[in-house]
Each structure stands twice: as structure tokens, then as C-alpha cells.
């Protein structure tokens, strides 16, 4: 069986270096690892040798146009890269990793998204529609300057891909649903196993300190999820805030709103290693999570395999799914006084593993036959 050869078009993006790992780590996958540079500046991979950088748009085009590669996998699809997958040989199969933003967030770029959901609650929606002026006029001009070509590319785009790779299949079934999208089979998400086997079952300090969001994203709806919250939560405990990436206008809204003297608030505002992250978490016995749409799935999960409580609103994908799958989660819109003083217990951290087991194992099973499906029509052009 021959070695199947991924060109991976990749952010400029934290993620980018433990998903490298993860692919290198796969006997049946030569990758190479490219970026077009529509930046001047790079937060992320001007330190990163294996990355090859293209900043002419010619350049760019050219690479794709090689005959080097069997599949083109794209790291989340942005706006800069669609345009160029015209360019991409026919025999040349396209596999999407829809990261979430990809798909959802065109609304608040003045732009329309992929799938037309409403992912803010009210009070982050007052925030980001008419609370930050700099953000308004910005919107109203990439939708002046982009809507047209956005909505011819993006079209031609879908046209394109081969194999959809959501982070969750409700990602799948609202694309089918919102657009013509024809993609019949989709690779499930199956490079990050957070599941190991090694997990202790030990019950967190009840007066653990509490995570609220992942990011200085919108979707994370920080305010409204406070609103909740807040009563709940006694002065002495510490509430950490994660607001190092994402917008920053909004990073510092947030933190006018909840930086008071009434409540023990850290806020995360520089990158910090992985490593040093997650030990920052080990502190934490809850996470509260106000996305609706499918967005910190990495965060989430972690929680969940490290047994926090974790606390979703009702009305979200992400907490009817994990419902569906069988895991513990609780409802933001039902904090009380007990919320935040009785922990998750040993039981209900068991059967989070379980549900993590199971959901692991059925993507693998898809993912395999995906790739098995990839194999196939590789080896086909191959003989053609």
C-alpha cells in the first residue's frame, strides 16, 4: 500500500504544531505544510522551519498547480485560500477541516456565513452590534469591499471539496441543511484523542477555581454566561478568563464589564505554552462555556477527560450533542447555589471517559473508512 501524500494548507495558528505531531505520527500519511501569506506579519509560524511561507499570490498558485501531492487538506477554510482552489488539479483530492469559525462567523465580518444561526446572546449581540464603534465600521466596510467575492468564492469553493472534516457531525448535518453542499461523506475529526486510558476518577476541590470561556471570541458570549454566573460565585473564589487570542476589542469590553472588586477575576491576556495552560486548568474544578455554535471543542473535551463540571447553555449545539453522546454537563441557565460547591463526581467523571471511549472509538471507525475510501481513488488516478 503506497503512502498517500497530504499538502496541508495551514493557519497562522497556535493549533498548527501539536496537529503536526499528530499527522507525522501517521505511518500512511507523507505531509508537507504550506501558508499563504495575505499578512504581513505572522503571530505563529515565522518560527516554524517545516512551514513553507508563500507570499506572492502567483507563487501560491503555483504550488497548488504541482503534481507532487494526492490530497490537499485544508486547515480550516479562510477567504484568502478560496479563491485558489480553482487552481488545485482534478485528480487531486480536497479534504475541509472546518475548524467552526469558518462556517459560522461570516455574520460578524458583515459578511454572510455558511450557516445562518444566531450565536450570540443578547448581551454579547448589544456589544459587538452597538457597543464598539471601531468593530461597526470595520464590519460595514469588509462587507462593502468583500460580499461579492465572498459569495462567488466561497460558492465555487464548496464545489470543490471532497471530504468534509467537522469538529462534530451537527457541523455536517447544518452545512447539508444551509447550503448545496453535495459532500456526501465526511472524515471525522480524529487527530485529537484526548482520551488516554491513564485517567484517575479523583473528585476536584469543591471550591476549585472556575473557568469561564477559552478565547477573546464573541462566540464564547462572556457576559451572558456572567450574568448567570455571578450571584453564584462567592468573592474569595478565583474565576480565570482565558482572553490571550481572539479580538481584543472585545477581550477588553469584557474585562471592563467583569474586572470588580466584588469577584476574584484573572485574566489571561498573553499566550502562554500549552503545557503551562493546562497545569493553569489542573486549579480549576468548573468550566463554563456560553458558545452556542460548535466552538472550543478542545477546551471542552480537556475539561471533561480532567473531571470538571462543565456548564453549557440549553440552547446549544454543543450541549445537545454532548447530551446525545452521553456525557454529564450542566445547564448554565440552571446555576444555583450548589453549582459551584459540589464538584463532579467520581461516577459522573467515569462516565464521561466512557462517553469519550465510545465517541472515539465510532470516529475512528468512520475515519478509517474514509481513508480507506482515499486510498482507493488515490491508487485509481494513480493506475488512470
Keep these: 500500500m503506497r503512502i498517500i501524500r497530504f499538502l496541508h494548507v495551514v493557519k497562522d495558528d497556535k493549533f498548527t504544531a501539536p496537529v503536526k505531531k499528530s499527522f507525522d505520527n501517521d505511518a500512511m500519511i507523507a505531509s508537507e505544510y504550506i501558508h499563504y501569506c495575505w499578512r504581513k506579519h505572522l503571530k505563529y509560524l515565522d518560527k516554524e522551519p517545516y512551514v513553507s511561507l508563500y507570499y506572492k499570490s502567483k507563487d501560491f498558485k503555483k504550488r497548488l498547480q504541482k503534481n507532487d501531492y494526492d490530497v490537499l487538506y485544508l486547515h480550516s477554510l479562510h477567504f484568502s485560500v478560496m479563491r485558489f482552489l480553482k487552481y488545485v488539479p482534478s485528480d ?49 466596510l469588509t462587507g462593502l469591499l468583500f460580499s461579492i467575492p465572498f459569495t462567488y468564492y466561497r460558492k465555487q469553493a464548496l464545489k470543490r471539496i471532497d471530504y468534509f472534516q467537522p469538529v462534530i457531525d451537527v457541523d455536517y448535518a447544518l452545512m447539508k441543511r444551509f447550503t448545496k453542499f453535495n459532500v456526501q461523506e465526511y472524515y471525522p475529526n480524529n487527530w485529537s484523542n ?122 446549544s449545539y454543543i450541549f445537545q450533542y454532548l447530551v446525545q453522546k452521553g456525557f454529564v454537563v450542566f445547564a448554565i441557565d440552571d446555576v444555583n447555589a450548589e453549582s459551584f460547591n459540589k464538584p463532579l463526581s467520581r461516577e459522573e467523571h467515569m462516565k464521561n471517559l466512557d462517553a469519550m471511549k465510545c465517541e472515539i472509538m465510532e470516529n475512528r471507525e468512520k475515519a478509517k473508512s474514509a481513508m480507506d475510501s482515499i486510498i482507493r481513488r488515490v491508487e485509481n488516478n494513480t493506475i488512470l
Design 92 to 140: 487531486k483530492i480536497v479534504i475541509w477541516w472546518a475548524w467552526g469559525g469558518d462556517i459560522y462567523d461570516g455574520q460578524l465580518l458583515g459578511l454572510k456565513s455558511y450557516v445562518h444561526i444566531d450565536t450570540l446572546k443578547p448581551i454579547t449581540k448589544k456589544v459587538i452590534i452597538g457597543g464598539i464603534s471601531s468593530r461597526r465600521i470595520k464590519n460595514l
Design 194 to 315: 484526548f482520551y488516554t486510558g491513564t485517567e484517575k476518577c479523583e473528585e476536584k476541590d469543591p471550591r476549585g477555581a472556575i473557568l469561564l470561556g477559552n478565547s477573546a471570541a464573541p462566540a464564547n458570549n462572556h457576559l451572558d454566561a456572567w450574568e448567570f454566573i455571578k450571584k453564584e460565585v462567592s468573592s474569595d473564589r478565583l474565576v480565570i478568563l482565558p482572553l490571550s487570542y481572539g479580538a481584543m476589542d472585545y477581550a477588553r469590553k469584557v474585562k471592563e464589564e467583569i474586572n470588580d472588586k466584588k469577584h476574584n477575576t484573572r485574566f489571561l491576556d498573553t499566550f502562554i505554552p500549552f503545557e503551562e495552560y493546562y497545569k493553569l486548568i489542573g486549579q480549576c474544578s468548573y468550566a463554563v462555556y456560553g458558545s452556542i455554535r460548535q466552538h472550543a471543542m478542545g477546551n471542552i473535551y480537556n475539561a471533561l477527560r480532567n473531571g470538571l463540571k462543565v456548564f453549557l447553555f440549553k440552547d
